[in-house]
C-alpha cells in the first residue's frame, strides 16, 4: 500500500515536472501609461510582442498596463510572480523599492528594473544611452537653427534628463558656436497640454528648434504649426510633424527583452546594470526628414556612426561645468556609474539645475 | 405611454432590490461584453469578483486597498449627511501624507516608541488644517465649498511634489524625486508575517464604527441629520450650524489626513510624488454606494476595493485591457445610481385611450 502510494507520488511529481518542461517560459510586464501613449510604454510593449513572436511558443508574456507608482504596484508585481511569470520586466523608475522587496519573498524569479539603480541577487536593472541620441541631435538641432536658440523641454530634474541637456549643447557647440539654449521644465512625461504650452513659450521666444524629454507628440504638433522643426521622442513621430519632423530617435527595447530572457532560460542570467544605445539596437535614428539639407544629413549619419563604433563618446574631458568646475578631467571618459550621477550644466548653458 | 412619478415615500422594497437588480442587469451586460471580446464570462466574472478573495495573500491586499478608501467614505458620508459638499478627501490625503511624511523623515534616526504616534499626529493635523481652510471660507464668504475643495486638492498635490523635489528629496537618490526610506521606528507595524495589513486598517474599520455611534447615538449626530434633511427646522431648533460644519469637516479631514499617513509609513514606506491613485475621488462614490452610512462604507469600500484588485487580475489572468475593465466598472456604478432612481420615482403606464365621458 505505501509503495503503492509512493509510486503514485513519484509518477506525479514525474507528470508535474514533464508538464512544466512543456509550459511556455513566463514573462510579465508592468507598465505606467496605457499602451496606446505612443511614448514610453507604446515601446516596451513593442518590445513584448517582438519577444513572444522572436521565441514562438516558447514564450509566453503578460502584461498589466496604467499601474500607479504608489501601494498599487507592489501588489502587481507580487501578483505576477503569484501567476508564475518566471521573468518580471517593471518598466518605470517609481517600480523600483517594491521591485526589491517582491523580489525578497520571490526568490526564484528574476526581475529586470528599468531606469533604477537598485540591484540584488534577483533583481538587475537596464536602462537606454539616451545621451547618444541627444548628442545627434544636438548637431543636427544645431545645423538647423537660424535664430541660434534652441529649446528643451524637460521633465524632472534627474541625471538622465540634465546629461542629456549638456549633451544636446555640447554637440550643438561644435556645429554652430553661437547657439543658446532654453530650458522649460513641465515636470511630467506626459501631458499634451502642459507640453504644447512649453513649446509655444520657447516658440515666443525665438526658439527655432525643439527638443523634448517627454513623450507626447504634442510639442512635435506644435512646432508644425508654427513652421518650426522638432525632434521625436522614444517612438517614430514623423507623422505627427510632417515638415518639422527632423527625425526621431527611437527606443527599441526587444534586444534587450529577447537576450535577458534567453538567458534566464539557459540558467545564464546575471543581474546587472545593463545601458543600451546605438551599439545595441536599442536606439536609433528613425525616419530622418527628407527635406533637410545634404550636409546636415551626413554629418547626422557620421555622427551616429562614430558613437555607435565608439570611436567618439560624448562625455569625455577636459569638461568644465557652467560654475567653472573642471567636472571631467582631459583625457578621462564618464564610467556608466559616473554617467548615472551627472549633476551639472556644462559650460555655456545660461541656467541653473533647479532643485 | 409611460410617464415618471415622484413616489411620496421611498420605496423600501426597492431599497433592498436596486443593488441585486443592478448586479443582475451589470452581469447580463458584461457577459455580452466579454463574449463579444472571445473571453469566456464565466472565467472573467470569477476573475473580477471572487479571486480578489481567493486566498490570504489576496484577502490582505484587498484590505490594503480598502483602508484608505474607508478612512475617506466615512468622513465623507458625515460631510454629505450635513450638506456640507466636501470634494476635498484627495487633497486631506495628501496633506495627511506630506506632514505625516516630514515629521517621519525628521524622526528618522529616532527609535523612540513615540516616533510613529507622531508622525501619524502630524498627519492627522495636517488633514485637519486642509478642511479647515475651505471650511473658514466657506463660513465666512460664504465661498462654494465644492470649488474651493477642489482647488485646495490641486494645491495639495502640487506642495507634495515640491517637497519631493526640493526639500525632502532623498540626499542619496540621485536626483530622482522621492524621499529616503522611513526607519522601522516611524513605519506601521504588519499585523501579520507575509502580508501587508498595517495597524491603519485597523484604525479605519473603527472609524467606521465610531462614525456610526457618532451619528445614531450622539447628539450632534441628531444635529448633522437634521440639518442634512431640513435645515430651516435645525435653525429654528437653535442648532449652531458653524459649530457642526467645523467639527464635521475637521472630522472629515482628519480621517483623510490619517488615511494619506497610513499610506506612507504603510506599504510605501517613504515619501514619492504618486501617493494616491485618486482614493479622494473614488471615496466619493464609496460614500454614495454606501448609502451615505458609515457602514454601509465599510461594505461598499470593500466591494471597491475587489474591483480595482480584480482589475489589475483580469489583465495578468485573461489578459484583457484596462479599458475593459474600467467599462466593467462603469457599468456597475452607471446601473447601481440607475436602479437607485426608483427609490425616489416610479413608473407609471398609462393607456393611450382617449378618455370617455
Known sequence: ?355 | MIRIQARVEQSTLMKIASPILAIILTLIFSSVLFSTLGKDPIQAMHVLLIAPLSDLYNIGEMFVKMGPLLLCAVGLSLCYRANLWNIGAEGQLLMGALGGGAAALALIDSTSIFALPIAILCGVVSGMVWAAFPTYLKLKFNSNLILTTIMFNYIALYLLLWAVHGPLRDPDGYGFPESALFSDAVTLPVLFEDGRIHLGIVLAIISAFAAWILLNKSHIGFQIRVFGEDEPAARYAGFNGKKLSWTVMLIAGGLAGLAGVAEVTGPIGQLIPSISPGYGYSAIIVAYLGRLHPLGALLSATFMAVLYMGGDLAQIEIGVPTAVVGMFQGVLLFFLLACDFFIRYRLTFISNQPIQE
Not at chain 1, 516558447?58 to 496604467?66: D, H, I, P, R
Not at chain 1, 534567453?262 to 551599439?279: C, H, I, L, R, S
Not at chain 1, 545595441?280 to 545634404?294: E, F, G, Y
Open chain 1, 1 to 355: 500500500m505505501k509503495l503503492k502510494s509512493l509510486l503514485i507520488g513519484l509518477g506525479l511529481v514525474a507528470g508535474l515536472s514533464t508538464a512544466q518542461a512543456e509550459d511556455p517560459f513566463k514573462v510579465g510586464f508592468v507598465y505606467v501609461g496605457p499602451v496606446g501613449d505612443h511614448g514610453w510604454s507604446y515601446e516596451h510593449n513593442r518590445g513584448r510582442e517582438e519577444l513572444e513572436k522572436h521565441f514562438g511558443g516558447k514564450v509566453k508574456t503578460t502584461y498589466v498596463e496604467n499601474v500607479s507608482e504608489g501601494a498599487d504596484s507592489e501588489r502587481v508585481i507580487t501578483q505576477l510572480a503569484k501567476s508564475g511569470n518566471d521573468l518580471i520586466f517593471t518598466t518605470s523608475f517609481g517600480y523600483m523599492n517594491p521591485t526589491i522587496k517582491v523580489a525578497k519573498r520571490f526568490k526564484k524569479t528574476t526581475f529586470e528594473h528599468a531606469t533604477g539603480y537598485k540591484r540584488s541577487k534577483n533583481v538587475g536593472t537596464y536602462t537606454l544611452r539616451t545621451y547618444e541620441g541627444r548628442y545627434v541631435s544636438g548637431i543636427a538641432a544645431g545645423m538647423m537653427t537660424k535664430t541660434n536658440k534652441l529649446g528643451y523641454i524637460a521633465s524632472f530634474p534627474i541625471p538622465e534628463v540634465i546629461r542629456d541637456i549638456n549633451s544636446v549643447y555640447m554637440a550643438a557647440k561644435t556645429v554652430n558656436p553661437d547657439v543658446e539654449m532654453k530650458i522649460v521644465w513641465v515636470n511630467t512625461w506626459y501631458d499634451p497640454g502642459k507640453e504644447t504650452d512649453a513649446a509655444n513659450a520657447l516658440m515666443d521666444q525665438g526658439v527655432d528648434v525643439l527638443l523634448q524629454h517627454t513623450d507626447s507628440p504634442a510639442p512635435l504638433i506644435a512646432a508644425e504649426k508654427r513652421g518650426v522643426r522638432g525632434i521625436g521622442q522614444a517612438s517614430d513621430m514623423s507623422h505627427f510633424g510632417p515638415n518639422a519632423h527632423i527625425f526621431s530617435v527611437r527606443d527599441d527595447w526587444a534586444p534587450y527583452y529577447i537576450s535577458t530572457t534567453e538567458a534566464v532560460m539557459n540558467g545564464t542570467y546575471k543581474p546587472q546594470d545593463f545601458w543600451g544605445g546605438f551599439k545595441d539596437d536599442m536606439l536609433s535614428i528613425a525616419s530622418i526628414n527628407d527635406n533637410l539639407p545634404a550636409d546636415v544629413k551626413t554629418k547626422i549619419q557620421t555622427t551616429y556612426d562614430d558613437i555607435r563604433s565608439g570611436k567618439f563618446h560624448p562625455f569625455t574631458g577636459p569638461i568644465m561645468s557652467n560654475e567653472g568646475k573642471l567636472v571631467i578631467e582631459a583625457g578621462h571618459t564618464l564610467t556608466d556609474a559616473e554617467l548615472a550621477q551627472v549633476n551639472w550644466y556644462v559650460e555655456g548653458i545660461k541656467d541653473s539645475i533647479p532643485n
